[in-house]
Nanobody, 123 residues
């Protein structure tokens, strides 16, 4: 499975961005899609995940501001980010693994990764 992330950019605080992740290759079974982020000098942090049936999970700091979604027919996932804050600045990565639940919160849980897309939020 290959993942291609896109949609990052520079936005002012309070603004919005929509990240997309396109999956290609041989996809067998149910896939969980996740988004992680890594700020400069920090480890990779879980942001959100979604399972095959649309169940979602979010880290507390983005609840109510970010929305994860997916289109199974098109093998794509999205992360709508509203109310962006300077502390959301990071490189965002989409990830995937086989599974039936969104409850995978560690980068080591995921087998497949996109290349990352940079999000910068100015104050």
């Amino acid at each position: 499975v290959q993942l291609q992330a896109s949609g990052g950019g520079l936005v002012q605080a309070g603004g919005s961005l929509r990240l997309s992740c396109a999956a290609s290759g041989r996809i067998v079974g149910a896939i969980v899609m996740g988004w992680f982020r890594q700020a400069p000098g920090q480890g990779r942090e879980f942001v959100a995940s979604i399972d095959w049936t649309g169940n979602t999970d979010y880290t507390d700091s983005v609840k109510g501001r970010f929305t994860i979604s997916r289109d199974n027919a098109k093998n794509t996932g999205n992360l709508q980010m509203d109310g962006l804050k300077p502390e959301d600045t990071a490189i965002y990565y989409c990830a995937a693994r086989q599974g039936w639940s969104p409850a995978y919160y560690h980068s080591a849980d995921y087998n497949y990764w996109g290349q990352g897309t940079k999000v910068t939020v100015s104050s």
